[in-house]
C-alpha cells in the first residue's frame, strides 16, 4: 500500500470521506461580500501559470498543508493579507495590457470561490481572457452542490491535486508533483486531461 503522500488523484478521490471535502472547501471563508482576501499584488506577464501572458491573483488562505508547499505564507485565513474589493481587482485587470488569461494560486482559491467566480465571469466576458485555478483538491472531490463547484463550471482548466513532496518533478509544464493533473473543462466537465 503506497504512502498517504503517495497516492494518485483518483485513490485521493475515493477514499475521502464527507468531512475530508468539507474541511477544504467547506466552509468558505468568512469574506465580506464584495471582496477577496488576496495574500500579495496581483502578478501579470506570467508565463509559468498557465499559456501565455497571464495575469495571477494570490489568494490568501489554504486548509491542505502540503508538506514542502511553496507558500505556507498563504495558509492562514485571518490576521494576514489584503482585503481587496472585487470592483478593484476587476479595474486592475482592466488595465493590464498584453495579457491573454488569469490563473488563480494561493493559499485555496477553492476556499473563496464565489468571490473567484465573479472574477472569472469579469474575465470571460469583458476581456476575453482563459481563466486557469489551481487546487490542492482532487476534481472528483469537490461537491457539486458547492460554491466551489459553481466557480469550477467558469473555468477554462484546473490544475488539481495537492503538493507531494515525493513526487515533486521540476519538469512538468505548469504543476510541481506527478499527481497533479491539467484538467481542460467546459462548464465544469472533462474534456481533455495532460
Known amino acids: 500500500m503506497p504512502a498517504k503522500g503517495d497516492l494518485d488523484p483518483k485513490t485521493l478521490a475515493a477514499s475521502s470521506g464527507k468531512?475530508?471535502?468539507?474541511?477544504?472547501?467547506?466552509?468558505?471563508?468568512?469574506?465580506?461580500?464584495?471582496?477577496?482576501?488576496?495574500?500579495?499584488?496581483?502578478?501579470?506577464?506570467?508565463?509559468?501559470?498557465?499559456?501565455?501572458?497571464?495575469?495571477?491573483?494570490?489568494?490568501?488562505?489554504?486548509?491542505q498543508h502540503c508538506p514542502g508547499c511553496q507558500n505556507p505564507e498563504t495558509w492562514a485565513e485571518s490576521g494576514v493579507g489584503k482585503l481587496v474589493s472585487i470592483e478593484?481587482?476587476?479595474?486592475?485587470?482592466?488595465?493590464?495590457?498584453?495579457?491573454?488569461?488569469?490563473?488563480?494560486?494561493?493559499?485555496?482559491?477553492?476556499?473563496?470561490?464565489?468571490?473567484?467566480?465573479?472574477?472569472?465571469?469579469?474575465?470571460?466576458?469583458e476581456l476575453g481572457w482563459n481563466v486557469w485555478s489551481f487546487t490542492g483538491l482532487v476534481y472528483?472531490?469537490?461537491?457539486?452542490?458547492?460554491?466551489?463547484?459553481?466557480?469550477?463550471?467558469?473555468?477554462?482548466?484546473?490544475?488539481d491535486g495537492p503538493f507531494i513532496l515525493s513526487q515533486r518533478d521540476l519538469t512538468l509544464k505548469f504543476r510541481g508533483s506527478r499527481n497533479q493533473r491539467i484538467l481542460h473543462l467546459k462548464h465544469g466537465k472533462i474534456i481533455s486531461q495532460e
Open 19 to 63: 468531512r475530508n471535502k468539507n474541511m477544504l472547501c467547506e466552509p468558505q471563508m468568512d469574506i465580506p461580500e464584495g471582496f477577496i482576501l488576496l495574500s500579495g499584488e496581483t502578478e501579470h506577464d506570467s508565463i509559468v501559470n498557465g499559456p501565455g501572458l497571464r495575469a495571477v491573483l494570490w489568494t490568501q488562505g489554504c486548509r
Open 88 to 125: 478593484e481587482v476587476k479595474e486592475e485587470l482592466r488595465a493590464l495590457k498584453g495579457q491573454s488569461g488569469l490563473t488563480f494560486c494561493g493559499g485555496e482559491p477553492m476556499l473563496q470561490a464565489k468571490a473567484c467566480r465573479e472574477i472569472a465571469e469579469f474575465c470571460h466576458k
Open 140 to 159: 472528483e472531490q469537490i461537491p457539486h452542490d458547492s460554491e466551489a463547484w459553481k466557480f469550477v463550471e467558469e473555468l477554462d482548466a484546473l490544475i
